[in-house]
């Protein structure tokens, strides 16, 4: 379990197929604290630590990881949004975010307004999921408030802050993200059919 408030950047360091699996070897700032078994959100994906070696850690994706995300685009030398499994003991500033990306999007327009910026994203509505204004949704882990909600579109407003320690300060337009939508619409969705 997640909070999408982004702790650091990591690097992809190395990448290595085996079968349909996928290896990453990340180099992160906080790698002498994590244990082997722990859930570290790459970009919003949850993926198990499964071996340390001085400052990387290695994750392995299976073939539905790779399929549901935008791991398939990473390349060695990229840096990803990181996140380590809540504490209990934390504040809750992002919103409840499970790690399980629902399917990903791709960035369509940019504009500075009033000391931030509009990122505007479009998604594939067939899948049922949905947006509404001032929900919560997470960006590549990132917790994010709506600021726009359309029927396969929303738009997040990200201060300089946000900007400057996520990947945000990357996108261009038709850049793919990875999209958690709020756990709780999910389930709602689900009970009026909707999904
Ligand atoms: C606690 C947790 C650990 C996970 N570990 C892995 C993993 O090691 N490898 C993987 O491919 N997917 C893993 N997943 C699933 C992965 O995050 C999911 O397939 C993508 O986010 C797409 O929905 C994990 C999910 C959770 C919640
Ligand atoms: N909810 C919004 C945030 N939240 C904070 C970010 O999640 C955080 O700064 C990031 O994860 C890095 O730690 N930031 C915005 O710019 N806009 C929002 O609507």
Not at 20 to 39: C, M, P, R, Y
Not at 43 to 57: F, H, P, Q, S
Not at 103 to 129: H, L, P, R
Not at 150 to 173: D, R
């Amino acid at each position: 379990m997640f909070t999408g408030i982004v702790e650091s950047f990591g690097k992809i360091v190395k990448m290595s197929a085996e079968q349909g699996n996928l290896h990453l070897w990340i180099k992160s700032a906080f790698t002498s604290e994590l244990k082997v078994d722990q859930s570290v959100a790459h970009n919003g994906v949850c993926l198990t630590v499964v071996a340390i070696e001085g400052d990387m850690y290695k994750v392995t994706a299976i073939a539905e990881t790779i399929e549901k995300t935008t791991i398939g685009n990473w390349e060695v030398g990229q840096e990803v949004n990181l996140e380590r499994g809540m504490l209990l003991t934390e504040r809750l500033d992002g919103h409840i975010v499970q790690g399980h990306v629902d399917q990903t999007a791709v960035c369509t327009n940019i504009q500075s307004q009033n000391g931030s910026t509009v990122f505007t994203f479009e998604y594939d509505a067939s899948k049922g999921n949905v947006t509404i204004e001032k929900g919560s949704i997470t960006v590549d882990g990132t917790s994010l408030t709506v600021v726009n909600s359309g029927k396969n579109t929303f738009s997040v407003a990200i201060i300089p802050y946000t900007l400057e320690n996520t990947l945000f300060k990357t996108y261009q337009t038709g850049t793919r993200v990875n999209l958690e939508f709020d756990v709780i619409g999910k389930y709602v969705a689900r009970l009026i059919g909707k999904n």
